[in-house]
């Protein structure tokens, strides 16, 4: 394994879709499905089956159409770091801090300055550049162009219809001539026309928005597949005039060859398998798009967004057609984040904040809902500053949930980042609230993209900071006997796991059928202060329906359901072993029991119909035995039909 990693670490740039699905072949990290597997709904049950055991990427040969179609190609750490031409992650952002540091070295004379040339060459070898005639994605040109000969997934039942998943759509502001690539959803609604489902944060909006107001139509054109790199610079969080095909070019140490489109202005990568080129036009209505089952394990609700008019498809001869699914984590995404984690930390660390040391998105917080961050800590209300400055930094802007903690802690050991809060953290004083800009797929927000943000110091307290009362104190785990007793007190109190007590761990949860207006506020004052619970430095309280005893799914409920600043109570305790205890409201929100008046979305599961064909199918698809479909430990969590979670009922 390892000559492996070293051969395709050493390869850098691969020419096409097909050379790296070679590659991942030749490592074993490949299954051709010859079987012909229906891209609606099917494909969806038997990725998320395969993600989900850290299974192998999927090449489906027979789809109903000409083009073979890839999944599940980022779905491992090791296929990511192979995607990008590496032997780890981490390989990248040590790059950037050995090109910056060199380039900034003070040079005294001419001769060290002159010595900066071969750098300087090289990083001119890796900007973009246009060549002259037509590439490999313009071998062929679909005449008339048409949609549905691509063999594009319907993923989930209640998705408003098929959706390309891992487009490189490629815009222009229309004043600066500066190209933006980004990667955004689009539902088809026909032969040649689409959606483009760009939030109102993002840079191809921002050109969208320019464009309307010159009252101009705006080329866009859609790349599909090439070197898998330029899928993953697509979703990278670089600054707004940072053209993304520098980063890739710096990534594979080469750079990104672009061709001019056959109908608009814009260039696309030579290489790419497929390329579909349009327009929009700002003078026209908006097309409902959605609902769409999303990476945050809920469905994302219709909304109003661009249409994109197809005015050309050209590909390769070879094309294969690459797409994704998201999902109830883990599923493949969890390893495009886990890239930008670890390409980011160095730019992070070198322009916003240099006492940054490391940094972790938990797969269950879905990129934006958690992030722990470990420091150099140096003064007295360093995390204050941290977490303000990560709020400020690009796309950080949508974290939820922030946890900070000094260079003694392994923060990829998520019992050593509880400890340390248990050690550390007084809810009284070391919680920080606030508000601002949240990702727009955040449900819990009581208004649309805006909502409410928490920041945790768990990082060790200097005199300024220290308060009278110890933070090490024993815990002990409620007996049977005790959790009965709760719950007799209490029947709405399905579950219950302290078992973290006995790792030292100061966190509870509970499941609860709640069933009035302030309930959980009503039970939590005698929870915390009259029961062993008060031991919790942290009770978490999730729906009835939720396995408490299953720490990941826990975490992916409740970040996804909380709104920090809504939905947190802070109880002090004196006479308990901490100050106080912090009760977070991790269930559903209802218009009925909360006074919450937006929709909320219901968990993604596949039908029983589709788990029952692809059970049937599955000794024809050469992946051994069957393994039995994710949906059916979620559906429990199923609140009614439909993407919209149904309101409780007395």
């Known amino acids: ?113 002159l010595s900066l040339l071969p750098r300087l060459g090289a990083l001119a070898s890796w900007m973009p550049k246009v060549i002259k005639g037509r590439g490999a994605c313009q071998q062929v040109i679909m005449n008339p162009p048409d949609l549905r000969r691509l063999p594009i997934m319907t993923c989930w039942p209640e998705d408003g219809g098929p959706f390309i998943t891992l487009p490189i759509i490629h815009t222009r502001d229309p004043h600066t001539g500066i190209r933006n690539v980004g990667m955004y959803r689009m539902q088809v609604f026909g032969s040649d026309l689409t959606a483009l489902h760009w939030h109102k944060h993002k840079v191809s909006a921002r050109h969208f928005q320019a464009y309307r107001r010159l009252n101009r139509r705006m080329p866009v054109a859609v790349a599909l597949g090439g070197d898998p790199v330029y899928s993953y610079v697509a979703t990278a969080p670089l600054p707004e005039n940072v053209d993304e095909y520098i980063l890739a070019g710096f990534i594979r140490r080469k750079a990104v060859e672009l061709v001019k489109c056959l109908t608009n202005d814009l260039e696309v990568p030579a290489d790419a398998d497929i390329i579909i080129e349009g327009y929009v036009d700002p003078a ?24 994109f008019h197809v005015t050309c498809i050209t590909h390769r001869q070879d094309a294969i057609y690459p797409s994704t699914i998201v999902g109830i984590p883990p599923q493949e995404d969890a390893w495009l984040g886990k890239a930008t984690e670890r390409i980011f930390l160095a730019p992070l660390r070198m322009t916003v904040v240099p006492e940054i040391l490391d940094m972790e998105l938990p797969i269950e917080g879905v990129f934006h809902n958690l992030t722990i961050i470990k420091i150099r800590k140096e003064f007295a209300g360093q995390a ?46 070391d919680v920080l609230f606030s508000r601002g800009p949240m990702d727009v797929l955040d449900h819990a927000c009581s208004k649309f993209a805006f909502g409410g943000k928490m920041a945790v110091d768990a990082t060790g307290k200097l005199e300024e900071e220290r308060h009278s009362r110890s933070m090490k104190v024993p815990l002990t785990a409620l007996t049977q006997e005790q959790k009965m007793q709760l719950q007799q007190r209490w029947p709405e109190i399905k579950s219950i796991n302290d078992s973290l007590f006995q790792l030292r761990i100061a966190v509870a949860f509970i499941a609860l059928r709640k069933n009035r207006i302030n309930h959980i506020k009503e039970i939590a004052d005698e929870l915390v202060n009259q029961t062993a619970l008060g031991q919790a430095k942290f009770l978490i309280v999730l729906d009835a329906e939720v396995d408490v005893d299953d720490v990941g799914m826990v975490v992916w409920r409740w970040s996804n359901n909380f709104d920090p600043e809504r939905d947190s109570l802070i109880i002090p305790t004196p006479g308990g072993p901490h100050t106080a205890c912090l009760v977070m409201d991790g269930t559903r929100k209802t218009r009925k029991w909360d006074g919450f008046d937006r929709p909320w979305p219901n968990v993604i599961c596949s039908d029983e119909a589709t788990i029952e064909a692809v059970d049937q199918l599955w000794p024809d698809l050469g992946l051994g035995p069957l393994l039995p479909s994710p949906s059916r430990r979620y559906r429990s969590l199923l609140c009614g039909t439909g993407a919209v979670a149904a309101e409780p009922v007395e």
């Open 1 to 113: 394994m390892a000559a492996a990693v070293a051969t395709f670490a050493a390869a850098m740039a691969f020419a096409s879709l097909r050379d790296f699905v070679h590659e991942l072949e030749r490592c074993s990290e490949l299954k051709r499905i010859k079987t012909f597997v229906d891209p609606k709904l099917q494909i969806t049950e038997i990725v998320d089956r395969v993600t989900k055991h850290g299974g192998p990427a999927l090449l489906f040969e027979n789809t109903g159409t000409d083009f073979p179609l890839l999944i599940n190609m980022f779905g491992t750490p090791r296929r990511m770091a192979m995607a990008l031409g590496v032997s780890s992650l981490d390989d990248v952002a040590v790059r950037f801090e050995q090109l910056f540091s060199e380039l900034m070295r003070p040079r005294d004379n001419i001769l060290q300055k």
């Open 284 to 307: 026209e209505e908006l097309i409902l798009e959605g609902p769409f089952g999303d990476h945050t394990g809920f469905y994302s609700l219709p909304d109003f967004y661009p249409r």
């Open 384 to 429: 204050a500053k941290v977490c303000h400055a990560m709020w400020g930094a690009g796309q950080m802007m949508f974290n939820k949930m922030l946890i900070i903690t000094d260079e003694q802690v392994d923060i990829h050991d998520y019992a050593q980042v509880a400890r340390a809060i248990t050690e550390h953290v007084d809810p009284l004083q």
